[in-house]
T-cell receptor
Framework: GESVGLHLPTLSVQEGDNSIINCAYS??????FIWYKQESGKGPQFIID?????DKRQGQRVTVLLNKTVKHLSLQIAATQPGDSAVYFC????????????FGAGTRLAVHP | NAGVTQTPKFQVLKTGQSMTLQCAQD?????MSWYRQDPGMGLRLIHY???????DQGEVPNGYNVSRSTTEDFPLRLLSAAPSQTSVYFC???????????FGQGTRLTVV
């Protein structure tokens, strides 16, 4: 397997800083928005989700913010660590009873010591 | 538990050849799906299944077939490989209506 990340936007941060990864979505009918992390050579891994009727949700070192007015989703990572280096994807869960996920293009996060 | 297992990890095909990408999960998940991932793009849904015997098309189904005879297995068939199908393929499974999809390690396919 392989992480395919050529030509992706890249966010470079210093270790210990906070990171903010942004995503614009298009489907107002989605009932959940999700963040996935993909490390090199691996498949995507679930990080956190937020229901469409919420505007903020916190997890361990991560916070997701949802602004439905401008169709914007962000993932905040506190105290970024080298292990956070990966490609991050936002995804929408299409409402309607089935688990169809529509993924964004991804952002590469590079953490420097 | 093994989770989601994909085979093979790498494959090179000649244009016009057919092959099957295997996907198996041992978590008793009803929902399974296939995605392809191309450089600079996110994952695009090819086909999905909501249970044994039930499949449906995703965003980019042309050139691919699927079947779901058991809960555990969801193979993806390339009928006549084309260079445009060069990609990394991921299989995923989900329990119920959860947003947490479990992905396999991927299959890197090159069509020459």
């Amino acid at each position: 397997g392989e992480s395919v990340g050529l030509h992706l936007p890249t966010l470079s941060v210093q270790e210990g800083d906070n990171s903010i990864i942004n995503c614009a979505y298009s489907n107002s009918a989605s009932d959940y928005f999700i963040w996935y992390k993909q490390e090199s050579g691996k498949g995507p891994q679930f990080i956190i989700d937020i229901r469409s009727n919420m505007d903020k949700r916190q997890g361990q070192r991560v916070t997701v913010l949802l602004n439905k007015t401008v169709k914007h989703l962000s993932l905040q990572i506190a105290a970024t660590q080298p292990g956070d280096s990966a490609v991050y994807f936002c995804a929408e869960k299409v409402s309607g009873g089935y688990n169809k996920l529509i993924f964004g293009a991804g952002t590469r996060l590079a953490v420097h010591p | 538990n093994a989770g989601v297992t994909q085979t093979p990890k790498f494959q090179v095909l000649k244009t016009g050849q057919s092959m099957t990408l295997q996907c198996a999960q041992d978590m008793n998940h009803e929902y399974m799906s296939w995605y392809r991932q191309d450089p600079g793009m996110g994952l695009r849904l090819i086909h999905y299944s909501v249970g044994a015997g039930i499949t449906d098309q995703g965003e980019v189904p042309n050139g691919y077939n699927v079947s779901r005879s058991t809960t555990e297995d969801f193979p993806l068939r390339l009928l006549s490989a084309a260079p445009s199908q060069t990609s990394v393929y991921f299989c995923a499974s989900t329990f119920g209506l959860s947003t947490e999809a479990f992905f396999g390690q991927g299959t890197r396919l090159t069509v020459v």
